[in-house]
């Protein structure tokens, strides 16, 4: 939408100067100069000078007068469009037929209700029955006459080119905005060099584009006039700066020659030095120091193209994004440099290109940074699920599925502290094959590993909130439970060894029948858990002992145990 207004604006704006742009002395302007102390009533006393260029001006007064030769028969409907340029005060005359004048002022610090967003100021002559016949304008301090861009056009159409302007600077600044916060918190989260300078770009985008487009004089009037301009152009050429740095400095060092990144980046540095004294100077080099400065702007922008084309043809990967980013900006930085436009689309120019040309950048930039958040957020969750999974592999028993000793343990160690935090008693029930070696040695490993698997099916089946399950040695598992004890642990634990001696595994061991043998370790919740797995380790060697297939139980700290720690309550 932006692009198609300014296409609209250049159109109408080549059409609307009514014969009179840029301001000459060979056709358009008859000039005079005068001391600052010279009084506007005394305008007719003025000898003007046609023909010919004024020379030693700027610390005087400059009187511009519109050649009757050529000049264009004037309406009383007429409004000045005057691009804003260095200067301490200006006046405007509108002459009517009866001789009578009346006069239009600015200054530093004060324009009033004359500026117009787009670096204009706007003067209307005032409604009079008497024909307009002429304009005369007095500049006090002037830093250039070639500075000065001014037009004549119906009052109507200066109105809806400053709506125009109005609209289309508010909407390039809210993209660049967007692009500022969204290349900040990027930044901020992510650290790469790129968003870095890219976020201090357009931040010195948007000040460029408040100070030139005068929006800035919502909110301080005062700054109107010469000093603003200055800051417009210091702030412009530390964009063009940094514009270049955003480019170069994040490319990889072998995606380019040393050479032409260290060009490039000087080069740059240069830019934003040589706009100190462009900034500064009010005087006649002004605009030979602006040429030179346009040819090096020219250069690094032929440089960083051709030094984008090497690191895209180098393999960087982000090359491509870079190239579509930069282009827009960099080949209307280049056609500004060397063609004038400041007084097409609507009076706004090559600044108001260069602001539109910007936010194709911001939105570029901030679609491809979404893009590479997006890339960059698959592949962490591709490596987190990577991790989760290699942690599952690290903490579960490849045969079987169940947790595997250290994630039993981990298991454990969470439902001990919640066994602590509510008082609740604990115990470790240790399941043993009976005789699995001479299964194994019988029937070979791979029967081995069904009996294995299909015993953990059934202690799986245990497993939940409260109780944790795990395959703890070679034919030996082993289940943690909260809040369970005495008579109701004891069932629990038997019901456990007949499952497993239930299992139908005649398909792999024939007419042998599988058991296991079961020790239970039962206790209260502060107990350590070493002290309870040699619990139910013993426990465990009393039902082997004992016959097999068999349960046996110890509570822990129990008194009726013999010199060995051996529980006494055996169950078949």
């Given at each position: 939408?932006i692009l198609i207004?300014?296409?609209f604006?250049?159109l109408?704006g080549?059409?609307a100067a009514?014969?009179?742009?840029d301001?000459?002395f060979?056709?358009?302007?008859?000039?005079?100069?005068t001391?600052?102390?010279?009084?506007n009533?005394a305008?007719?006393?003025l000898h003007?000078?046609?023909?010919?260029?004024p020379q030693?001006?700027?610390?005087?007064?400059?009187?511009?007068k519109?050649?009757?030769?050529?000049?264009?028969?004037?309406t009383n409907?007429?409004?000045?469009?005057?691009?804003?340029?260095?200067?301490n005060?200006?006046?405007?005359?509108f002459?009517?037929?009866d001789?009578?004048?009346?006069w239009k002022?600015?200054?530093?610090?004060?324009f009033g209700t004359?500026w117009?967003?787009?670096g204009?100021?706007r003067f209307?002559?005032?409604?009079?029955?008497?024909?307009l016949?002429?304009?005369i304008?007095r500049f006090?301090?002037?830093?250039?006459?070639?500075l000065l861009?001014?037009?004549?056009?119906?009052e109507g159409?200066?109105?809806?080119?400053?709506a125009?302007?109005?609209?289309?600077?508010s909407?390039?600044?809210?993209?660049?905005?967007?692009?500022f916060v969204?290349?900040l918190s990027?930044?901020s989260a992510?650290r790469?060099?790129q968003?870095?300078?890219?976020?201090?770009w357009?931040?010195?985008?948007?000040?460029?584009g408040?100070?030139?487009?005068q929006m800035?004089?919502?909110?301080f009037p005062?700054?109107?006039?010469?000093?603003?301009?200055?800051?417009?152009?210091l702030?412009?050429?530390?964009a063009i700066a940094?514009?270049?740095?955003?480019?170069?400095?994040?490319?990889?060092?072998q995606?380019?020659p040393r050479w032409m990144?260290?060009?490039?980046?000087?080069l740059?540095?240069?830019?934003?030095?040589?706009?100190v004294?462009l900034?500064?100077?009010?005087?006649a080099p002004?605009?030979y120091?602006d040429?030179?400065?346009g040819?090096?702007?020219?250069?690094n922008?032929?440089?960083?193209?051709?030094?984008?084309v090497?690191?895209r043809?180098?393999?960087?990967?982000?090359g491509?994004?870079?190239?579509?980013?930069?282009?827009?900006?960099?080949?209307?930085?280049?056609?500004i440099?060397?063609?004038n436009?400041?007084n097409?689309?609507?009076?706004g120019?090559?600044?108001?290109?260069v602001l539109?040309?910007?936010?194709?950048?911001?939105i570029?930039?901030?679609?491809?940074?979404?893009?590479?958040?997006?890339?960059?957020?698959?592949e962490?969750?591709a490596?987190?699920?990577?991790?989760?999974?290699?942690?599952?592999?690290a903490l579960?028993?490849?045969l079987?599925g169940?947790n595997?000793?250290?994630g039993?343990?981990?298991h454990?160690?969470?439902?001990?502290?919640y066994?602590?935090?509510?008082?609740?008693p604990i115990?470790?029930?240790l399941?043993d094959?009976?005789?699995?070696?001479s299964?194994n040695?019988?029937f070979?490993?791979?029967v081995?590993?069904?009996?294995?698997?299909?015993?953990?099916?059934?202690i799986e089946?245990?497993?939940?909130?409260?109780?944790?399950?795990?395959?703890v040695?070679?034919e030996?598992?082993?289940?943690?439970?909260v809040?369970v004890?005495g008579?109701e642990?004891?069932?629990?634990a038997?019901a456990?060894?007949?499952?497993v001696?239930?299992?139908?595994?005649?398909e792999?061991?024939?007419?042998?029948?599988?058991?296991a043998?079961?020790?239970?370790?039962?206790?209260?919740?502060?107990t350590?858990?070493p002290?309870l797995?040699?619990?139910a380790d013993?426990?465990l060697?009393n039902a082997?002992?004992?016959?097999?297939?068999?349960?046996s139980?110890?509570?822990?700290g129990?008194?009726?145990?013999?010199a060995?720690?051996?529980?006494l309550?055996?169950?078949?």
């Amino acid at each position: 939408m932006i692009l198609i207004m300014l296409f609209f604006g250049s159109l109408n704006g080549a059409q609307a100067a009514n014969g009179r742009t840029d301001v000459s002395f060979t056709g358009d302007y008859c000039y005079a100069v005068t001391d600052l102390s010279f009084q506007n009533s005394a305008f007719n006393d003025l000898h003007f000078l046609c023909g010919t260029a004024p020379q030693q001006y700027q610390q005087k007064s400059l009187w511009l007068k519109t050649d009757p030769a050529y000049a264009q028969p004037l309406t009383n409907d007429i409004a000045i469009m005057l691009n804003q340029t260095r200067f301490n005060a200006l006046s405007v005359g509108f002459i009517y037929a009866d001789g009578v004048v009346r006069w239009k002022q600015v200054r530093n610090g004060d324009f009033g209700t004359f500026w117009r967003v787009g670096g204009q100021l706007r003067f209307t002559a005032p409604n009079r029955s008497y024909p307009l016949v002429s304009t005369i304008m007095r500049f006090d301090r002037l830093t250039d006459y070639g500075l000065l861009h001014i037009r004549y056009m119906p009052e109507g159409k200066a109105s809806q080119e400053s709506a125009s302007v109005a609209a289309v600077v508010s909407g390039a600044l809210m993209l660049l905005v967007i692009c500022f916060v969204y290349s900040l918190s990027m930044a901020s989260a992510m650290r790469r060099p790129q968003l870095l300078w890219q976020t201090a770009w357009a931040g010195v985008m948007i000040a460029w584009g408040l100070v030139w487009s005068q929006m800035h004089l919502m909110v301080f009037p005062s700054l109107a006039g010469a000093s603003s301009a200055q800051f417009a152009t210091l702030l412009a050429t530390s964009a063009i700066a940094l514009g270049f740095f955003a480019a170069i400095h994040p490319m990889p060092k072998q995606a380019i020659p040393r050479w032409m990144r260290a060009t490039n980046l000087w080069l740059a540095v240069l830019i934003a030095v040589a706009g100190v004294p462009l900034a500064v100077i009010r005087h006649a080099p002004i605009v030979y120091l602006d040429k030179v400065l346009g040819l090096i702007v020219v250069v690094n922008l032929l440089l960083a193209s051709a030094s984008m084309v090497v690191a895209r043809r180098r393999g960087y990967r982000h090359g491509r994004d870079m190239i579509i980013a930069w282009s827009v900006p960099m080949l209307v930085l280049g056609f500004i440099s060397v063609v004038n436009i400041d007084n097409q689309i609507w009076g706004g120019g090559s600044k108001l290109v260069v602001l539109v040309a910007s936010s194709w950048l911001a939105i570029w930039s901030t679609l491809t940074a979404t893009r590479r958040v997006h890339i960059l957020r698959d592949e962490r969750d591709a490596a987190k699920r990577e991790a989760d999974r290699a942690m599952k592999l690290a903490l579960r028993d490849p045969l079987t599925g169940l947790n595997n000793r250290r994630g039993f343990q981990d298991h454990v160690a969470r439902l001990m502290d919640y066994a602590r935090t509510e008082q609740l008693p604990i115990a470790l029930i240790l399941v043993d094959i009976d005789r699995f070696k001479s299964i194994n040695d019988r029937f070979g490993h791979d029967v081995g590993d069904h009996v294995l698997c299909s015993v953990a099916n059934e202690i799986e089946r245990w497993e939940g909130a409260y109780c944790a399950a795990g395959r703890v040695g070679g034919e030996e598992f082993a289940l943690f439970l909260v809040g369970v004890d005495g008579l109701e642990l004891r069932r629990f634990a038997d019901a456990v060894r007949r499952a497993v001696s239930d299992c139908d595994l005649s398909e792999w061991t024939g007419e042998l029948r599988v058991t296991a043998s079961v020790g239970v370790a039962e206790s209260p919740a502060d107990t350590h858990y070493p002290i309870l797995y040699r619990t139910a380790d013993r426990a465990l060697y009393n039902a082997k002992n004992a016959g097999r297939d068999r349960l046996s139980i110890t509570l822990v700290g129990d008194p009726s145990r013999d010199a060995n720690g051996d529980g006494l309550a055996l169950l078949r």
